[in-house]
């Protein structure tokens, strides 16, 4: 199994980043999927997460009305679009996997796949 992510960089206060995860070595529509981030000096955090479907949505109270988790099961990729980033959003941002039906895990520990992560570093 292999989650990849890209689309992280440098952004401004009140701009947009796109963070990507492309998925393989799974069945793609076994898993809900999910964004973590990690800040320095702090413990990895739940952002977002989607369920097999796409059909529902989970997100972090932080992020809620700025981020948006999308997938496409076509293509075993999953997107975590950032708008109106703030600096404490910046992180190492990471995309997992997790073996469900209809549940939207929120712990880290119910994700059996992680991505090696991305950086999104937000300036004010």
């Known amino acids: 199994v292999q989650l990849v992510e890209s689309g992280g960089g440098l952004a401004q206060a009140g701009h947009s980043l796109r963070l990507s995860c492309a998925a393989s070595g799974l069945t793609f529509t076994n898993y809900a999927m999910g964004w973590f981030r990690q800040a320095p000096g702090k413990e990895r955090e739940f952002v977002a997460g989607?369920?097999?479907?796409?059909?529902?949505?989970e997100y972090a109270g932080a992020v809620k009305g700025r981020f948006t988790i999308s997938r496409d099961n076509a293509n075993n990729s999953v997107y975590l679009q950032m708008d109106r980033l703030k600096p404490e959003d910046t992180a190492v941002y990471y995309c997992?996997?997790?073996?469900?039906?209809?549940?939207?895990?929120?712990?880290?520990?119910?994700?059996?796949?992680w991505g090696q992560g991305t950086q999104a570093t937000v300036s004010s």
């Open positions: 997992a996997g997790a073996i469900t039906t209809w549940e939207i895990p929120t712990r880290a520990d119910d994700y059996q796949h």
């Open positions: 989607i369920n097999w479907r796409g059909s529902s949505t």
